[in-house]
């Protein structure tokens, strides 16, 4: 294959390359994927899994696990022990992905303050020029 016809194959996968770029940062940028993805950096039982995330229900802890798995994030291992023992770790491409959001986190943790008083104004300012709108429509 020639140089022209990757690049050519490559332009024409683009949408398709879109549509599961944002698959996978639905999935990752879940309420609780972020948090559990940092959470299985080592080999974690379910139960010390859901003890170290405050305030996730079962469910939604086992949601996301699968969600994980399924992508290929997570590796669940099962013990044929007596009760069954299941651990949960990241994968190597789950492990890749947490790399490559330990800049974004620290990012976002240093700038969340001016995010956080942008939305403010905004909303101020929005609410002001809403009424501003309401009054001259009146008006007329």
């Known amino acids: 294959m020639t140089t022209q016809e990757v690049v050519s194959v490559q332009q024409a996968d683009i949408p398709a390359a879109a549509a599961s770029m944002a698959s996978v940062l639905s ?3 879940g309420k609780w994927s972020l ?3 940092d959470a ?3 080999p974690i039982r379910f ?3 859901e003890r170290s995330l405050d305030g996730v229900s079962r469910r939604m802890l086992t949601l996301t696990l699968r969600g994980l798995e399924r ?3 997570v590796v669940r291992t099962v013990y044929p022990t007596v009760p069954p023992k299941v651990e949960y770790c990241l994968s190597e491409i789950g492990r890749d992905l947490h790399e490559s959001l330990v ?3 620290d990012w976002a943790i240093r700038h969340w303050e001016a995010m956080a008083s942008a939305r403010s104004a905004y909303e101020s300012r929005a609410t002001h020029e809403d009424r501003s709108a309401y009054e001259s429509r009146d008006a007329a």
Do not use: E, F, N
């Open 27 to 29: 999935q990752v940028g």
């Open 35 to 37: 948090r559990v993805l």
């Open 40 to 42: 299985v950096r080592s």
């Open 47 to 49: 139960t010390q899994l």
């Open 71 to 73: 992508d290929g994030l």
């Open 103 to 105: 800049p974004l986190t």
